[in-house]
């Protein structure tokens, strides 16, 4: 039967670029090619043949027949971290010249407990502007949007011909309270771009009030210029992705994914909201399953050759959080809540020559894999060939021959500085490994008073399923699910994502207790600036949508308020129940959906309305429903696999011995299945190792239940 895809997503990490094809009746077809940094639209349609291969069907087949293409990429991140981007001025309020240097209380983000005791160890994050490039103007605006000193536009001039002799690509502006009122922010902009008009100069120009219109300036200043130091590089290649599929047929334009779960074009404004954004698809693609298997409580596993992350959701509900610190910036913008460390199968192992120990990452092998591979140094991935765990000629489905005698030698230059067998070396950096992750899952669950036995983990990534006995081990988890294509799931959860974009906006009102003339004035206030700050997002939500073609009958809105008890330091996102405070008794239910969410966080002595509240931010949500793929009901076979699922036996080395492990595949077992171990399925993007004491149920989803015997 002639197949008609839809949708094809695409996520593009350090190491594999991961695709995903649906086609009209929902179902799906996956594929994987080492990425290319150099030119993403290399792997970009080398991934996409991979899946069109399995149908018998083109790149041109595929990319002409879609109405969607969705790509997720590490540019931006990447730019950012390696300090790759644009030459950026910044135009600030005077006074405050030296702000992107005086940083924030929380300057030392991104080092650990430990180091932040010691600060003989810190390092100040490298600024994204040169002082030199930064030039104060007279101007000034009040907390409540008063103009209480006028723009000095000859001085905005002046430091805009400076900042263009110099050779600056972009301009960023910043004035502290240009989120209550722009009209400065502007007016400087207008005058820029106008002195860069007659100077015949390409540049652009970025305002803080449109790239993160709240509070909370420092983090508001970090996004504008990551905005201008690291977007457009990143737009770039997007751009050069489009041009690529458009090359291959396809009509549309390209999407890329937001960080908190939305979708949009490439040529959205803000698209240093993209920051992070491939791991996020696997969130919402543990949350679609969850839906489908009625699971509310998941923690979500992404073991990749890279890195390992780690988010929760709870009560079916994906967290967000306002002011994440990403690459050891504090940024204003909503992100998926997850951890990350750098735990994958392509972590460089190395021994530090001070204390004789043994160090897994940060530093990834990505692309070149380990020694294995093309490599220089040892990585888990030589590990995982070595014990046997991983088939050295099926990788990518054969597609790469990984070299089992390097792997060998690497982990034998281990274990000959520590006169160790070299087994049993590497069993130990796998475990040690296994740990390092067991840890993070500890920090994520029982630091928040979790117990992992209300929590389903699901387990996915390249490297999830080879890994997952080990790094589940003692955790008493409610249940361990993986997929028979875990190794694509953060591009199958970008494919079940809707467009949705978010707005958010700051704003004074509070919320004073008692009944009171006084009372009552304020909670009209609060009306009115809540009304407003949600009206204005609503147009500017349909007008972005309707850009990018959503027709505006399609768009629903969802209204956030960001509650606190006066005095209070920290707000807590609330789901209003209403759109609009139509009646100031619409004010008390906004504040008992967040005295639910305050007691849910807290013990309920807590709670203390005598104070007051106060809602200093309110935000919009507008969604778009896309097609999404559909999970299918499969009919249950027997227990015993097919003998065409067996591919033989091999021995790995397990925990000091040698296993004689069946092998099995995967694309050969049906719904209803069940395998023991110690049994090793394989799949051209990944490998289950199910150890002796393990077993694995396929259901009728053929989705992978992992447990004890």
């Known amino acids: 039967m002639a197949r008609k895809p839809v949708i094809v997503s695409l996520d593009a990490g350090g190491t594999m670029t991961d695709t995903v094809i649906v086609d009209e009746e929902g179902e799906f077809t996956v594929g994987k090619a080492l990425t290319v940094p150099e030119d993403e639209s290399v792997s970009f349609a080398d991934s996409v043949m991979d899946a ?18 969705i790509y997720s990429g590490t540019t931006m991140i990447n730019t950012l971290l390696t300090r790759k981007g644009l030459r950026v001025g910044l135009i600030i309020s005077k006074g405050l010249e030296d702000y992107v240097l005086m940083e924030r209380g929380l300057v030392w983000l991104g080092y650990s407990y430990s180091d932040r005791l010691h600060t003989v ?69 207008e005058i820029v771009e106008r002195v860069a008009r007659e100077a ?29 130091y690291a977007a457009e590089p990143t737009r770039r ?42 791991p996020i698809g696997g ?54 809540t997850m951890d990350s460390i750098g735990a994958g199968t392509g972590s460089v192992i190395k021994i530090d020559p001070e204390t004789g120990r043994i160090e897994l990452g940060p530093e990834s092998a990505g692309a070149m894999v380990g020694m294995c591979y093309k490599y220089p140094e040892p990585t888990i991935s030589d590990c995982d060939v070595t014990l046997g765990y991983l088939n050295p000629d099926y990788f990518i489905g054969g597609k790469i021959k990984l070299d089992k005698e390097r792997a060998y030698k690497a982990c034998k230059q281990i274990a000959d500085h520590y006169d160790a067998d070299v087994y049993d070396m590497a069993m130990g950096i796998v475990e040690l490994l296994n740990t390092k992750m067991r840890g993070q899952i500890d920090a994520m669950l029982m630091a928040r008073g979790y117990n992992p036995a209300d929590y389903t983990a699901m387990i996915y990534g390249g490297g999830g399923p080879l890994h997952m006995w080990g790094f589940t081990e003692g955790i008493p988890f409610k249940n361990i699910i993986t997929f028979p294509f875990a190794a694509v799931f953060s591009a199958f959860g970008i494919a079940t994502a809707d467009y949705t974009h ?17 009372a009552l004035m304020f909670r009209m ?137 069946s092998v099995w595949e995967m694309d050969e077992i049906r719904a209803g299945n069940e395998l023991e171990g110690p049994a090793i399925i394989e799949h051209p993007a990944t490998t289950l190792v199910i150890p002796p004491e393990y077993k694995v149920r396929f259901d009728e989803y053929e989705f992978i239940w992992f447990g004890g015997k």
């Open 237 to 278: 290649q997007l751009f050069k992705i489009e041009e690529r599929a458009r090359k291959e047929g396809f009509r549309y334009e390209l999407l890329t994914m937001l960080s908190y779960g939305g979708l949009v074009n490439i040529r959205y404004p803000r698209l240093y909201e993209t920051l992070i954004s491939g």
């Open 52 to 69: 069109a291969g399995y149908w018998d069907m083109s790149v041109s087949d595929v990319l002409r027949s879609v109405g969607a293409c």
């Open 200 to 228: 015949e100069v390409e540049v652009t120009v970025y305002t803080s009030s449109e790239v993160a219109p709240i509070m909370r300036e420092y983090s508001r200043l970090n996004s504008v210029l990551i905005q201008a």
């Open 502 to 518: 978010r707005y958010h906006k700051s704003i004074l009102s509070q919320i004073p207790p008692g009944s009171d003339e006084r």
């Open 283 to 336: 969130m919402l693609g543990s949350k679609y399953i969850g839906d489908i298997l009625g699971i509310k409580d998941i923690l979500c596993m992404d073991m990749g050759g890279t890195s390992f992350d780690v988010g929760i959701i709870r009560e079916g509900v994906i967290p967000m959080l306002r002011e994440p610190d990403i690459a050891r910036f504090r940024l204003n913008m909503p992100l998926v």
């Open 121 to 189: 160890t810190h390092v100040h994050n490298e600024p994204l502007v040169n002082r030199r490039l930064v030039r104060g103007v007279t101007e000034r605006i009040d907390m409540f949007g008063t103009p209480v000193i006028p723009l000095n536009r000859e001085e905005v001039e002046e430091a805009a011909r400076e900042l263009l002799s110099m050779g600056v690509e972009a301009i960023a502006i910043m004035f502290p309270y240009s989120h209550t009122n722009p009209a400065h922010e502007r007016e400087a902009k």
């Open 525 to 661: 206030m609060a009306q009115s600036a809540i009304n407003s700050a949600w009206e204005e997002l609503e147009k500017l939500a349909l007008a972005e949508m309707e850009a990018e073609g959503i027709p505006k009958e399609k768009v629903k809105f969802e209204h956030l308020a960001y509650v606190r008890y006066s005095g209070q330091l920290d707000d807590h996102e609330v789901v209003s129940p209403v759109s609009r405070v139509e009646k100031l008794e619409d004010l008390d239910s906004i504040v008992e959906a967040f005295e639910e969410t305050y007691e849910k966080i807290y013990p309920k002595a807590a709670k203390f309305p005598e104070a007051g509240y106060m809602i200093l931010e309110v935000a919009v949500v507008a969604h778009a429903e896309r097609p999404k793929p559909k999970i299918v009901r499969k009919p249950l076979a027997g227990k015993k696999p097919s003998e065409q699922a067996f591919k033989g036996e091999r021995e790995a080395y397990y925990k000091g011995k040698w296993v004689n492990f």
